[in-house]
């Protein structure tokens, strides 16, 4: 009994694991998408369970389980079918191969009805099992054909590569039938010509194929196999034939036929009489069936690949396209794809200008062609009418030098829209010399597309080329407007430090009496002890005391008076508020003293407010000069910090008990100019009308809000809210929760940093709260990581190793990352005035830091707006 083995090999499809992979079949077995089938195939285009097998001693069949589970069998689309050894089987995106092993099977098919010849037809030899078991003779010759049919059908079957099956297939055939030379000849494409494929001696070298065109010609007439057993005693032979004069006396020659259709066509001969007989060419013939299967199958994988690849080649030339943005470009890119798709000898690329063409680019044509070719009218038909043109062989003497005669020529038009015969931009062609093949309507497809890609590309360049005109113009405007923003901006700046210095100028008459009375007070400690020490000596040792004591007193006067005048830019760091206060009592308390004035604090822990210290400085003295002027002499000031309830925001109130404020005049002290002192106020106080409204401003940039409220002959109270930067739980020390609790989430950052104990520190604060970190202390290898890598934050030293290169460094990142949040670092506050990019930058850390200065920069305070009173 015939034992029926059959199997489906994966010869492509979308999951590459897959590929070439094959598969036993079993009655029964079912194919689909779920993992609940026998053989699975992934894809959302298989169903659940699609297919299932019944196989049997006989065939195989298959039935779908779906009225939509449909199968392509050799192209034609089935629902349930017989299968035979090499069927080409289509299931959603998948390709298979069916494979039989069993020999016996196809021994006893029947092939197609052959025309009749007064050569030994083969076609007896298929009409019953009779004829085939006399054909065979005796058991021994019998085993002996079934085990060359099985040897040759198992080695080829398995084999894809269309030039490796052809070569082992004449290799096995010379080996088994022992002939001297042996030829395979296939029709090319177009069935236009037959062509060598194979060609081998016996001893496997590869030889150059000659054929009698007597037994070609019958062969493919007849289409049957032809057997001379002796050439010198065949009557079709004359002495000049070319088999003759190679000395051949025996050869085969078989038809490879599939569908009633040639493919082409297995010749082996020898120099020996009576080598091959009739049980040869029947075992031949056999064999060449089952080939004629596996090499249109082949042939059909390699047209399969070489059009993947094409597709890919495709795929690539479009992303490239699209990339470009200049002419030059997409022009060079599209003539030289164009030849690479479609394995061109040549291509060319013309464009259209004012109803003529111009060859813009070329790929494979030289210099001297290119001058000496001139446009024919040929083309601007395809211009035109907007339709490809197709010549193989051509015979047009018009379109040389650029295209030989009866090379193949490709033309199609260069439209984004080619139904229309409209918005044709050009031509692009492609050209094969005489032997390189000729251009199927798969390759004009291809063309098609690549031409519809370079037309976009090419429109969207003339965009952008229009556009970047058009930004170039508007930059030159904007360039003038920013001029003229900018010294007006500057004109500003200029007058508000004028009139901010003014204020400045107004406190100094409230410092110069504190600080001249303290200055007196310590020459006068000085002086005394000169005098005692010039009367004795044991005072000296005293004297050099008290001058060092005084010294340093005099130090602290003078670096509080620098530090209030310091201008320091827009800098805003967190600082403890009830400091900064007390820095400017310290200043004004002996001018407040000497007048009789007394100063109440009453301050309640808050958190550190992120504030500018020149300005709030500035804000806190306009205040106390203001009750100074209200109190005039005897009086009180009481100085309020809380925080609210329920509340981030801290609340700073002045209190005192002078005249008061008229209710009309109330609503108005914020506005610039409007003042009660001086001459504009008619009183006797001096005063610009500027310090209120520089407070008001000031606390507004910080999100604050400034209000008053008074009572005419009781006094006046001003009150400040500032929003308090949002803190960790607890800032306690390293053991407390904060230090324990997570602030990121695997956020990727940058230092920058080239002292090394600031930036391990930093480092491991922040892996430690649940950053991935990177550092380094230069900015070369800064630049290199923000070119491989995104990063979240990057902390960025003020001066590495100098405060240009750091300037230059930001530009640089902000241009590879327009979104990356730079946190500046340095060492001292001033150097923030410098830093004109502090306005884009995420946020200003200064050394030294803590967790809640460095815990601002991930969680910042939400702005928040108040309105004039």
């Keep these: 009994m015939v034992i029926n083995v059959a199997q489906v090999?994966?010869?492509?499809?979308?999951?590459?694991?897959?590929?070439?992979?094959?598969?036993?079949?079993?009655?029964?077995?079912?194919?689909?998408?779920?993992?609940?089938?026998?053989?699975?195939?992934?894809?959302?285009?298989?169903?659940?369970?699609?297919?299932?097998?019944?196989?049997?001693?006989?065939?195989?069949?298959?039935?779908?389980?779906?009225?939509?589970?449909?199968?392509?069998?050799?192209?034609?689309?089935?629902?349930?079918?017989?299968?035979?050894?090499?069927?080409?089987?289509?299931?959603?995106?998948?390709?298979?191969?069916?494979?039989?092993?069993?020999?016996?099977?196809?021994?006893?098919?029947?092939?197609?009805?052959?025309?009749?010849?007064?050569?030994?037809?083969?076609?007896?030899?298929?009409?019953?099992?009779?004829?085939?078991?006399?054909?065979?003779?005796?058991?021994?010759?019998?085993q002996r054909r079934l085990i060359t049919l099985y040897k040759i059908s198992n080695t080829?079957?398995?084999?894809?590569?269309?030039?490796?099956?052809?070569?082992?297939?004449?290799?096995?055939?010379?080996?088994?039938?022992?002939?001297?030379?042996?030829?395979?000849?296939?029709?090319?494409?177009?069935?236009?010509?037959?062509?060598?494929?194979?060609?081998?001696?016996?001893?496997?070298?590869?030889?150059?194929?000659?054929?009698?065109?007597?037994?070609?010609?019958?062969?493919?007439?007849?289409?049957?196999?032809?057997?001379?057993?002796?050439?010198?005693?065949?009557?079709?032979?004359?002495?000049?034939?070319?088999?003759?004069?190679?000395?051949?006396?025996?050869?085969?020659?078989?038809?490879?036929?599939?569908?009633?259709?040639?493919?082409?066509?297995?010749?082996?001969?020898?120099?020996?009489?009576?080598?091959?007989?009739?049980?040869?060419?029947?075992?031949l013939t056999k064999v060449a069936t089952q080939a004629a299967i596996v090499i249109e199958n082949a042939r059909f994988y390699k047209v399969k690949q070489e059009f993947s690849r094409n597709l890919l080649a495709l795929a690539q030339a479009t992303q490239s396209l699209s990339s470009y943005l200049r002419s030059e470009?997409?022009?060079?890119?599209?003539?030289?794809?164009?030849?690479?798709?479609?394995?061109?000898?040549?291509?060319?690329?013309?464009?259209?200008?004012?109803?003529?063409?111009?060859?813009?680019?070329?790929?494979?044509v030289s210099e001297e062609i290119k001058e000496k070719f001139v446009i024919p009218s040929l083309l601007y038909k395809v211009l035109e009418g907007n339709v490809p043109m197709l010549l193989n062989q051509h015979n047009m003497p018009e379109l040389a030098p650029l295209v030989p005669l009866k090379a193949s020529f490709l033309a199609v038009p260069v439209s984004i829209h080619p139904q229309q015969k409209t918005g044709v931009m050009g031509i692009l062609c492609g050209i094969k010399r005489i032997g390189k093949g000729l251009f199927t309507s798969e390759d004009q497809q291809l063309l098609s597309i690549l031409a519809s890609y370079t037309a976009i590309a090419l429109s969207n360049a003339t965009f952008y080329e229009e556009l970047r005109q058009k930004e170039q113009e508007i930059a030159g405007w904007t360039q003038q407007l920013e001029r003229g923003v900018l010294e007006r901006t500057q004109q500003l700046q200029a007058t508000q430090h004028k009139l901010v210095q003014s204020e400045k100028m107004a406190a100094i008459g409230l410092l110069a009496a504190g600080v001249a009375h303290e200055f007196n007070n310590i020459i006068a400690s000085m002086y005394g002890f000169?005098?005692?020490?010039?009367?004795?000596?044991?005072?000296?040792?005293?004297?050099?005391?008290?001058?060092?004591?005084?010294?340093?007193?005099?130090?602290?006067?003078?670096?509080?008076?620098?530090?209030?005048?310091?201008?320091?830019?827009?800098?805003?760091?967190?600082?403890?508020?009830q400091e900064l206060i007390d820095s400017v009592l310290r200043l004004t308390e002996t001018a407040l003293t000497n007048e009789g004035i007394k100063v109440i604090k009453?301050?309640?822990?808050?958190p550190k407010l992120l504030l500018n210290i020149e300005t709030i400085q500035q804000v806190v003295m306009n205040i106390l000069i203001n009750a100074r002027h209200a109190i005039e002499k005897d009086g009180t000031i009481i100085i309020r910090i809380s925080q609210l309830t329920d509340s981030q925001t801290a609340q700073i109130e002045f209190e005192d008990d002078g005249k008061g404020i008229e209710p009309d005049k109330l609503d108005r002290i914020f506005e610039p100019f409007y003042t009660t002192k001086g001459s504009f106020g008619g009183g006797t106080q001096p005063g610009t009308?500027?310090?209120?409204?520089?407070?008001?401003?000031?606390?507004?940039?910080?999100?604050?809000?400034?209000?008053?409220?008074?009572?005419?002959?009781?006094?006046?109270c001003f009150t400040i809210h500032l929003p308090i930067p949002q803190q960790p739980e607890k800032e306690e020390s390293a053991s407390s929760e904060t230090?324990?609790?997570?602030?990121?989430?695997?956020?990727?950052?940058?230092?920058v940093e080239d002292m090394t104990n600031t930036r391990k520190l930093l480092m491991n604060i922040l892996k430690d709260k649940g950053f991935i970190v990177y550092a380094v202390d230069n900015s070369c290898s800064a630049l290199e990581l923000c070119k491989k890598d995104v990063f979240d934050y990057i902390f960025l030293n003020g001066k590495i190793p100098s405060q240009e290169e750091t300037l230059s460094l930001f530009d640089e990142i902000k241009r590879i990352e327009p979104d990356a949040k730079i946190v500046l670092l340095t060492g001292r506050a001033e150097d923030a005035s410098v830093m004109k990019y502090l306005g884009v930058a995420h946020g200003y850390l200064r050394k030294p830091f803590d967790l809640q200065d460095i815990y601002r920069i991930f969680y910042p305070q939400p702005s928040r707006h108040s309105s004039k009173p």
């Design 530 to 577: 000169a005098q005692i020490a010039m009367k004795s000596d044991k005072y000296k040792d005293r004297l050099i005391q008290v001058v060092l004591e005084q010294s340093k007193r005099a130090c602290e006067i003078t670096e509080r008076l620098q530090s209030f005048s310091k201008h320091r830019g827009e800098t805003q760091e967190l600082i403890d508020i």
């Design 739 to 751: 230090h324990q609790e997570k602030w990121g989430q695997g956020e990727r950052v940058l230092i």
């Design 689 to 716: 009308g500027i310090g209120l409204a520089f407070c008001y401003n000031t606390i507004k940039d910080h999100n604050g809000e400034i209000t008053v409220r008074s009572t005419l002959g009781e006094g006046t």
């Design 9 to 142: 090999v994966i010869i492509a499809g979308p999951s590459p694991e897959l590929v070439g992979k094959d598969f036993l079949i079993r009655d029964g077995d079912v194919l689909g998408s779920s993992v609940a089938s026998t053989i699975v195939l992934h894809s959302d285009q298989i169903l659940p369970q699609h297919i299932q097998f019944h196989c049997s001693d006989a065939n195989t069949q298959f039935t779908g389980l779906s009225p939509n589970a449909f199968v392509l069998v050799n192209g034609e689309k089935l629902s349930q079918a017989t299968l035979s050894h090499g069927d080409m089987i289509t299931v959603g995106d998948y390709d298979l191969m069916w494979k039989e092993d069993s020999a016996e099977q196809k021994l006893i098919k029947p092939p197609q009805p052959m025309l009749e010849s007064r050569i030994e037809s083969r076609q007896k030899h298929y009409d019953s099992t009779k004829h085939i078991l006399e054909s065979l003779g005796d058991q021994e010759k019998t």
């Design 156 to 283: 080829i079957s398995g084999i894809l590569d269309l030039d490796q099956l052809l070569k082992n297939l004449l290799k096995l055939i010379l080996t088994e039938f022992g002939g001297d030379r042996g030829f395979i000849m296939l029709y090319n494409q177009h069935q236009t010509q037959l062509v060598p494929a194979a060609a081998l001696s016996a001893k496997g070298d590869i030889i150059t194929p000659k054929i009698s065109e007597r037994i070609v010609q019958e062969v493919l007439a007849t289409k049957e196999s032809l057997l001379c057993e002796n050439i010198l005693d065949d009557a079709r032979f004359r002495a000049q034939d070319s088999l003759i004069r190679q000395n051949i006396m025996a050869t085969m020659c078989i038809p490879l036929i599939r569908n009633n259709e040639i493919l082409g066509l297995i010749h082996i001969d020898s120099q020996q009489r009576g080598k091959f007989s009739q049980m040869d060419l029947d075992l």
């Design 329 to 364: 470009l997409i022009v060079q890119d599209a003539a030289r794809y164009t030849a690479q798709i479609l394995d061109a000898s040549s291509s060319a690329l013309f464009l259209g200008e004012q109803n003529s063409l111009r060859l813009v680019a070329t790929h494979g």
């Design 602 to 606: 009453e301050y309640q822990p808050l």
